[in-house]
């Protein structure tokens, strides 16, 4: 199938705006039901929401593996079902007031590789249902926690109730759940007030598209190989690139025995990604992604 556009659009949403009313109003300019994004993000929460478009949302998994970078408001000495605003809110009483060095202490006890529990209203599945869908109905949430990285944790403001965190972490982190488990951690309670997503790989707010500028869809149009910038590349000749796409397989030396390459057409574009096969070599298909 053609698509009369392909490529990458990161959108910076709002606040109170679905992943999904971003996926609709990017595809309407376009003339295209082929939109799809690579990471919700909450209505609560405002920043880059990576769009794909055309052929390109076949790259979906691979701008999930991209580091993100949040920036985080949390509210101490108070919890909530959610770990944020959105559900009733119980305080703490008399809490415990961490000391800008127990915070300090505790934000290098949560840097680098941890596990996380993830919250129970969340998207997460549990035994077919979605996590929330149980926790509305006052069901008991039973999710294991997940490993995730988090690569950087900074201290942006501290004046108590008040914690703001900047965050770069891998994908699958639950910026709610770090906040409720760094406070767990200081002897109190914590819930998200507000939430930033700064970055995804590349992908910056500061050079997104508004969202109020979605008409102008196209011209914020990014060529597909910018979702990719963390995976080995390997560019092809024409001949090459004719048996790839009619199913053939080849031997890509470049390609080093990785799980997943780019491979890049002579003029620099992504026309798809180079996959081991259990014979051998690499094959482009089912995942090319057309001119």
Request: contains cysteine; glycine residues 10%; hydrophobic residues 40%.
């Amino acid at each position: 199938m053609r698509f009369p556009f392909t490529g990458v659009i990161p959108i910076d949403k709002p606040k109170g705006v679905s992943s999904r009313r971003v996926v609709d109003a990017v595809a309407k300019p376009l003339g295209t039901k082929a939109v799809g994004h690579a990471g919700t993000l909450d209505p609560l929460a405002e920043g880059v929401v990576v769009l794909l478009v055309g052929h390109a949302t076949r790259l979906v998994e691979f701008v999930q593996e991209l580091p993100k970078r949040y920036v985080g408001g949390f509210l101490l000495g108070r919890s909530s079902p959610s770990d944020d605003v959105e559900t009733p809110i119980e305080m703490e009483i008399d809490p415990i007031v961490p000391t800008d060095a127990d915070l300090a202490r505790a934000v290098e006890a949560f840097t680098g590789d941890l596990l996380q529990r993830p919250c129970d209203y969340s998207a997460v599945h549990v035994g077919g249902k979605r996590a929330y869908e149980l926790a509305r109905k006052g069901r008991a949430v039973e999710i294991p926690p997940k490993p995730i990285r988090i690569d950087r944790l900074t201290v942006v403001e501290y004046a108590w109730p008040r914690l703001v965190l900047d965050v770069t972490c891998s994908s699958g982190t639950f910026i709610r759940a770090l906040g409720r488990d760094l406070a767990i951690h200081l002897g109190t309670r914590g819930l998200m007030e507000s939430l930033s997503r700064e970055s995804v790989g590349p992908f910056c707010r500061d050079s997104s598209l508004p969202l109020e500028r979605a008409v102008d869809a196209e011209r914020a149009l990014l060529p597909a190989a910018e979702a990719v910038p963390h995976l080995p590349r390997v560019v092809l000749d024409e001949g090459r690139l004719s048996r790839l796409a009619r199913g053939m397989l080849e031997q890509v030396a470049e390609a080093g025995g990785r799980a997943a390459v780019a491979a890049i057409a002579p003029d620099g574009s992504l026309v798809g990604i180079l996959r081991p096969h259990e014979s051998g070599g690499y094959r482009l298909r089912p995942n090319f992604l057309g001119a």
